[in-house]
């Protein structure tokens, strides 16, 4: 059985959590697009832990763990990830985590670029800053460096030396210090040593556990709206990241997966630049990031908040072939009293249900629900206030997809299962 975990907003949708309730019956978990621009929190059995990298079953023993071809690696933070997570007694061993050979490094010369890029834009995109772009760019013009080279000295230097020669010309053009080749060949050979037990060919790994019948879950980073091609382009991250692009990422084909969940919170939240139909720039916003916590994992900027988008949700449920639905926060959102749910666009004149290239031209029309109070200790559905239940068959009946899981609070075990 092959599962594929993707977000449908704007990212921080708590794919983490999902993919860590689905990982309980899994025998492996592929992480297959972006890199350190991820966050994800896990909190279980009473511990937080923060991954940016790793796949968020890396803290159950018994799952093994891929970093798929379609994970572009900053390979110093990838090794202080593995060292947080021994220092916290999870074994990460050869046996049980695998970095593919295809997989491309981020390296040093690309988080400067990244940086340089935002400085020249007129339009800014407010990235990550982690080198993410850059580093998709090089990949793309066939200059990328992949884990393989960094375990592979006699070749090693001359492709650094080729893979900056552009950022060089642009450092060089616009006053910024040159990227010294000699310092970043030292940076691969030191972090290859500490990585190369767990680089291999991971292909090999997944086509054998389909093989045997076990239980694949991959799971998505970023999400639909910052997919380089179904998002809100620039505004978007530099993959696909929606779930056929997750699927190839990890070296999966379309027909081999049996079940695609979309993580979705009760509300909208998002960090950068770009289009945001329902954003809340007042109390209502404001409300929202603090009940919600809305802080980036990865940048800890605040996050810009506003009201459920469920013309994204349905698009959502075409694009990535949904299966499923996890509806996160809706702890949260019922704390608001009225709760508004956009069902609709106005654009040019007209009622439309559908994303228009230049979306910032839509006003959103909106539905109301009233808000509910959650008490301690629920597990069922059928425990869930009946607003809260009216809210999430609202969104069932809205988008003909089926609410599989329903999360009521940060720690896993607030997970109810419909
Ligand atoms: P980049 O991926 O660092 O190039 O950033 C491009 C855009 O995607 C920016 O608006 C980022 O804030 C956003 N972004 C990238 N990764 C994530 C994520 O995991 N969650 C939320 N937003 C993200």
């Known amino acids: 059985m092959i599962k594929l975990i993707v977000g449908i907003q704007w990212g921080d949708e708590g794919k983490g959590r999902a993919s860590h309730f689905e990982s309980k019956n899994a025998k492996i978990v592929v992480r297959a697009t972006g890199g350190n621009n991820a966050g994800h929190t896990v909190v279980a059995n009473g511990k937080k832990y923060k991954m940016h990298l790793l796949p968020s079953a890396i803290i159950r023993e018994n799952v093994n763990c891929v970093i798929a071809p379609g994970v572009v690696i900053d390979p110093e933070v990838l090794i202080s990830e593995i060292d947080e997570m021994i220092k916290a007694d999870i074994s990460i061993t050869k046996e049980r985590f695998h970095i593919s050979q295809r997989a491309h490094v981020i390296l040093p010369h690309h988080k400067q670029l990244d940086g340089l890029y935002e400085k020249l834009k007129a339009k800014k995109i407010g990235t990550t800053k982690r080198g993410i772009g850059p580093c998709y760019s090089e990949k793309c013009n066939r200059t990328g460096i992949r884990m393989f080279d960094l375990c592979d000295p006699s070749t090693l230097k001359k492709k650094i030396q080729e893979s900056v020669l552009l950022a060089n010309t642009m450092f060089r053009q616009y006053g910024e210090p040159e990227v010294d080749v000699e310092e970043e060949y030292q940076l691969c050979i030191n972090c290859a040593e500490k990585l190369k037990p767990y680089i291999c060919d991971t292909q090999f790994i997944l086509m054998d556990a389909d093989e045997k019948n076990e239980n694949i879950i991959v799971e998505g980073a970023q999400a639909l709206y910052l997919d380089l091609d179904h998002g809100d382009y620039p505004y978007v991250t530099s993959s696909n990241c929606n779930a056929s692009g997750t699927a190839s990422g990890a070296g999966i084909g379309p027909t081999k997966v049996d079940e695609v969940i979309g993580v979705m919170k009760a509300y909208c939240s998002r960090v950068g630049e770009g289009p945001f139909t329902t954003e809340q720039e007042n109390e209502i916003g404001d409300s929202i990031r603090e009940l919600g916590h809305e802080f980036g994992t990865t940048t800890g900027r605040p996050r810009r908040c506003g009201w459920l988008d469920l013309v994204m949700v349905k698009n959502a449920c075409f ?58 200790g629920i597990t069922t559905y059928e425990d869930l206030p009946e607003n809260a239940r009216k809210y999430i068959e609202f969104i069932e009946e809205y988008t003909k997809v089926k609410v599989k899981y329903i999360g009521i609070g940060a720690d896993e075990k607030q997970t109810i299962v419909k």
């Open 319 to 376: 694009i990535c072939g949904l299966t499923s639905l996890c509806v996160n926060h809706m702890d949260t959102i019922g704390k608001l009293g009225k709760i508004k749910v956009c069902v609709a666009y106005e654009y040019k004149g007209e009622q439309i249900g559908y994303i228009p290239i230049d979306r910032e031209n839509c006003t959103p029309i909106y539905k109301e629900f009233d808000g509910w109070e959650l008490e301690d």
